[in-house]
């Protein structure tokens, strides 16, 4: 039996409880001191910072992770960070587990979402401490927000990307798809476009485009929209950017566009395409895959635009030089032509009033020489002066150093004049010059031409069976579809060299055993005339010159001194010019186009003139079918008898 404890040693055993309990209190107070300060500290680093149990439940988090995601302490506190995206669930509890298990430390570039759900690119550093006798075990995360990082290296990166591909891409659209592939990478999204306006006619049109499905890029290409049907057309007019993250505040309007294009719109976001004069077109980022459009994306697709708009101008000016040269190609391809083609015209005439004098020197001989001597040699020195210009033109012709607008204006008018001299001298005739005159007056001068009322349908008819005769050596189908149509208001003489240029043209651009087609059909509200040949056709590079007069689809050696309407028939080269400024004059539109027949692609390759000596065609469907070219005039209807009487 123990011994028997006393008051005093109770007395002894409390106080020794309270020292503990008082020094206890003491360590306790340091404790919360301690912490204190801690939480002082922790709340000045700048980094959000996280402290969870094992169970993943939140013990702690500082001011700064506040600011950044936006709970505050009493909202987590006990629960379990809301953080992590659905998607990255699972790596995030891998992570925690590899923590546990290995009592380790790890860094994870992921990302997090915040209180009012954005997303952000954040760094963590998480690691495990190990439990004390205040404390249990947990985890301390820290986070790094690098977002803005991200975003300006992005940035850097897809401007890097394009300044590198411009020089690969010299073809505006295929740059432009390039550009709006890489804002669907930039920006997360199902599709991006490049609006551009159509000046002329006020619609909006794609000129590059990307999208997840690739027909929906075909589609975007090919559809057009008036300002109003859609919001680029709104940027362009104002020349300031739009965010729409909600299409159904105007859900018909983005339903009309929707349709057209086979596509759900989400949300949008677009930015204007300024050059120094004016709003271009819009560069269009189309459903925002996570999350909508923000202040950011706009700021990106900004920075994007302005190389977009960059490189449409100079495009634009690109094309415009090309354009340019392209011109002056065909011109000075056109001003060879014509020098050689007149070289040809004064040829002939020239070798034939040479002759002629040498036949009338013979007749002369009887006669005494003072009597025509003289005149003889100054026709034969005029001639010759002629002859001189010819062969200066030829060597031209080889050889480009000379100024060839000032020698031909030279030849030009030296032929004119001598030859008027020439003809006065030969023939006696005193008027010669002023009938030459006549002629070219009568020809493109102005005259009075009085428009009547006239019944197409039948002008056609009529005037074909009339035309008929002259090519009746020829062995073409002529083939007609006639149609009822609407009278017309037209000087029945404009008509006439109309419709017998057009039908010449054909025939004599049609080898035998060919087929042409004249058609009048009723077009819109008026009447469209269609003379069509399966000819050689024209190729592609004379296509544009082709009403401009004195310019020959073909190669000057191709042409010969034969009838109207034979094959290949060389002409003057003024019928088309002369119906075009017809149409200019009397209100009707003349259009053309062609097909250059594919086995001779070529200005000089010749056609034989008869199919059945063609070597490439094994029947004439393979010559109808190989090329060919059609004309098309369309008169508008007459409004009254007496307006047409009037004048038009």
């Known amino acids: 039996m123990g011994r028997q404890v006393s008051y005093q040693d109770l007395e002894q055993k409390v106080e020794e409880l309270k020292a503990k309990v008082a020094e206890l209190q003491k360590e306790q107070l340091s404790l919360k001191r301690a912490r204190r300060r801690l939480g002082l500290i922790l709340d000045f680093i700048p980094y959000p910072l996280a402290v969870m149990r094992l ?53 994870r570039e992921t990302k997090r979402l915040t209180k009012d759900g954005r997303t952000l690119d954040v760094v963590i550093r998480a690691a495990y401490y190990e439990e004390s006798e205040y404390e249990p075990a947990g985890i301390m995360m820290t986070f790094r927000d690098v977002t803005e990082e991200k975003r300006l290296q992005k940035i850097k990166d897809t401007i890097l990307r394009i300044s590198t591909a ?63 049907e859609i919001i680029a057309g709104r940027v362009i007019r104002s020349g300031k950017p739009v965010i729409v993250n909600d299409t159904s505040e105007e859900e018909e309007l983005h339903r009309r566009r929707d349709e057209k294009l086979g596509y759900k719109t989400r949300n949008l976001l677009l930015v204007p395409l300024h050059t120094k004069e004016k709003t271009i077109g819009v560069l269009c980022a189309i459903n925002k895959k996570e999350g909508p459009f923000n202040d950011s994306d706009l700021e990106l697709l900004n920075t994007i635009a302005t190389t977009v708009a960059l490189s449409v101008e100079n495009a634009r000016v690109g094309d415009e030089l090309k354009r340019a040269y392209q011109e002056l190609s065909s011109l000075n391809k056109a001003k060879d032509k014509m020098i050689n083609h007149l070289s040809h015209e004064l040829k002939t005439p020239v070798s034939i009033l040479l002759g002629s004098l040498r036949l009338l020197e013979k007749g002369l001989e009887a006669v005494p020489e003072e009597k025509w001597k003289r005149h003889m040699e100054r026709m034969r020195r005029n001639l010759d002066r002629i002859v001189d210009l010819q062969y200066e033109v030829s060597d031209i012709i080889m050889s480009q150093d000379y100024r060839i607008h000032t020698l031909l204006s030279l030849l030009l008018e030296q032929c004119k004049d001598e030859l008027e001299v020439l003809v006065e001298k030969e023939t006696g005739a005193k008027d010669a010059s002023l009938h030459i005159r006549a002629c070219i007056d009568q020809l493109f001068g102005p005259k009075e031409l009085t428009p009547q009322v006239i019944e197409l349908w039948r002008f056609v008819d009529t005037r074909l069976g009339e035309l008929r005769g002259k090519f009746a050596h020829r062995d073409v189908e002529v083939e007609t579809e006639i149609d009822y149509t609407p009278e017309i208001c037209i000087p029945l003489e404009v008509l006439e060299k109309v419709f017998d240029g057009l039908v010449k043209n054909a025939i004599e651009n049609t080898p035998d055993q060919g087929k042409v087609l004249v058609a009048v059909k009723e077009f819109g509200k008026g009447s469209e005339l269609v003379v069509q040949d399966f000819g050689v056709g024209i190729v592609e590079e004379n296509k544009q010159r082709i009403f401009e007069g004195f310019f020959y689809t073909q190669d000057t050696v191709a042409y010969s001194s034969k009838e109207p309407f034979d094959f290949n028939a060389g002409g003057k080269g003024a019928d088309l010019l002369r119906m075009k400024i017809f149409s200019e004059r009397f209100n009707f539109k003349l259009e053309m186009e062609s097909k250059r027949c594919k086995f001779i692609p070529t200005e000089r390759d010749l056609c034989p003139g008869d199919i059945s000596k063609c070597p490439f065609c094994n029947d004439r469907q393979d010559c109808l079918a190989s090329g060919g070219s059609v004309f098309r005039v369309y008169f508008p209807p007459v409004e009254s008898e007496e307006d047409c009487n009037k004048g038009g």
């Open 166 to 228: 411009l020089p690969k891409y010299p073809e505006l659209e295929a740059l432009l798809d390039f550009i709006n592939s890489e804002v669907m990478r930039l920006l997360d999204t199902e599709g991006a476009v490049v609006n551009i306006l159509d000046e002329e006619t006020d619609e909006i049109f794609v000129i590059g485009a990307a999208y997840d499905d690739p027909e929906l890029k075909l589609r975007a290409k090919r559809v057009r929209f008036k300002m109003d």
């Open 55 to 107: 169970d993943q439940k939140v013990f702690y988090v500082n001011r700064g992770f506040t600011e950044l995601f936006g709970w505050k302490p009493e909202e987590l506190s006990g629960k379990k960070l809301p953080i992590v995206p659905e998607n990255l669930r699972g790596e995030a509890d891998r992570d925690i587990e590899t923590l546990v298990r290995e009592k380790t430390y790890l860094r």
